[in-house]
């Protein structure tokens, strides 16, 4: 019986391997026609310098709104999971990580570090993060990149402090995130009304376009991203209780 | 090119180490040492935007998620016969 | 060019196997990872290849890397954590229902209670 499931096995890994070989041995040369027209036509279509940027808010948007419903999908049900996981019983073991204070017993596994480098560090996680989300346009970073660092942030600041802030209030932070899946359709919406086309740029002028729908979708997908995630590793250590 | 090489042995070996340790939360601080070394390639290829992304997802949020299933869950890979 | 290719279609093989042949469900989630973790690098890896500066516009920019598959690959990242995630919820809500990791209990326990 193991000999016939390890013939299987190796059966299944050769196929595997032998599928995907031609991959590795072709050498057809790297197509160059889209990069040099990407080189030259990027920054007066969309008005952004960063070109990847250009590409998956400009010329390629719809990818982008599939990617946040995929994120949606796999937030909420990850939190419904998580949810009804804690309600059979409460084991006191459980408690020591969590965020409640005053349900805190002095666990022997957490010390000043944590309260001290945690809490120190969280506004300068966050800062830095809304700076990569706002200049996603002209330098490296953008929305994806901005929110998750926002996320840590977030998770930083629920780590280290007693206080209870609304910044790490589950109730707060997912209605935050539904706010913004709702503006990123209306935001979507909003171009077909002005003559250019789902996803469009609304204001379009003739001299130069101007970034600002760019700057618009990085914060609408920075907020949503950041939230959601925040939301999912605030519950996942026990804080989703309400404040 | 020789870094390239050098950086992909090194993640392999951390990729047949994730998988043949007995104790989780080693190979969970090896998938994120894969992360980080995974980001450092992509800055070596001119990706800074994709190596941002690896960074902060795979060295944070993916580690977080990972340590919280391993902490509800058992430490150590036992072997049932 | 082809000794990088190989090392990445091992990680690929590697990632796969854990998949097949591992019984513990969390080495499986690994091998989701790794198989990832693999493609992303192929697909950077080839793109660099046509150009020798970042693909940030400005002065005295002119031999730019391909962006589109930058561009292609920070989803395929999103949702790779956004699979993983959702893999580990439902792993550990198997270990409240049955109290094991390996697949081969986990079954012969779900079927013994029906």
Redesign the interface.
């Given at each position: 019986m193991k000999a016939l499931t390890r013939m299987k096995i190796m059966l299944t890994i050769l196929i595997l391997g032998l599928a995907v070989l031609p991959v590795l041995l072709s050498d057809t040369p790297w197509p160059v026609q889209a990069r040099d027209y990407l080189f030259e036509t990027a920054k007066s279509d969309t008005g952004a310098d960063n070109t990847v940027s250009a590409i998956y808010l400009g010329y390629r948007a719809m990818d982008t709104l599939g990617e946040t419903l995929v994120l949606l999908v796999s937030i909420t049900g990850t939190m419904s999971i998580l949810i009804n996981l804690g309600r059979n019983k409460v084991d006191e073991e459980s408690i020591g990580f969590s965020l409640e204070p005053e349900k805190l017993p002095r666990h022997s596994l957490r010390t000043n570090l944590i309260e001290v480098v945690a809490s120190k560090l969280g506004p300068i996680v966050l800062l830095f993060g809304l700076y990569v989300m706002l200049y996603g346009h002209i330098s490296p970073g953008g929305g994806f990149q901005g929110g998750v660092i926002v996320a840590s942030g977030i998770v930083f600041l629920a780590l280290g402090t007693e206080l209870k802030t609304k910044l790490t209030n589950t109730i707060v932070l997912s209605r935050i995130e539904s706010l913004s899946f709702l503006f990123l359709v209306l935001a979507s919406i909003s171009g077909v009304f002005f003559e250019s086309g789902f996803f469009g740029n609304p204001v379009k002028s003739l001299q130069n376009i101007s970034p600002n729908f760019i700057i618009l979708l990085n914060i609408i997908i920075g907020m949503k991203v950041g939230t959601s995630i925040a939301v999912m590793c605030i519950a996942m250590m026990g804080g989703s209780h309400d404040h | 090119m020789i870094m390239h090489i050098l950086i992909l042995g090194l993640i392999l070996a951390l990729g047949v180490f994730t998988l043949a340790s007995r104790d989780l939360l080693h190979s969970v601080i090896a998938l994120s040492a894969i992360s980080m070394l995974s980001a450092l390639l992509f800055t070596i290829l001119r990706a800074p935007d994709v190596a941002i992304t690896e960074a902060a997802v795979g060295a944070g949020v993916s580690t977080v998620i990972f340590v919280w299933a391993i902490r509800h869950t058992q430490r150590r890979d036992e072997e049932e016969s | 060019m082809?000794?990088?290719?190989?090392?990445?279609?091992?990680?690929?093989?590697?990632?796969?196997?854990?998949i097949?042949?591992?019984p513990?469900i969390?080495?499986k989630i690994?091998?989701l990872?790794?198989m990832n973790?693999a493609v992303?690098?192929?697909f950077?890896?080839?793109?660099?290849?046509?150009?020798?500066?970042?693909?940030?516009?400005?002065d005295g920019v002119k031999h730019?890397?391909?962006?589109?598959p930058?561009?292609l690959?920070?989803?395929a990242?999103?949702?790779g954590?956004?699979?993983?995630?959702?893999a580990?919820?439902?792993?550990?809500?198997l270990?409240?229902a049955t109290g094991?990791?390996?697949i081969?209990?986990i079954t012969k326990r779900l079927e013994s209670e029906h």
């Open positions: - | - | 082809i000794i990088e290719r190989i090392l990445i279609f091992l990680l690929f093989i590697i990632g796969f196997a854990a097949v042949a591992m513990n969390i080495k690994f091998g990872n790794l973790a992303v690098l192929l950077i890896l080839e793109g660099s290849r046509i150009g020798d500066q970042a693909p940030i516009l400005g730019i890397v391909d962006p589109i930058q561009a690959m920070l989803t990242i999103v949702i954590v956004c699979v993983s995630a959702l580990l919820a439902l792993a550990v809500r270990y409240k094991s990791l390996d081969n209990v």
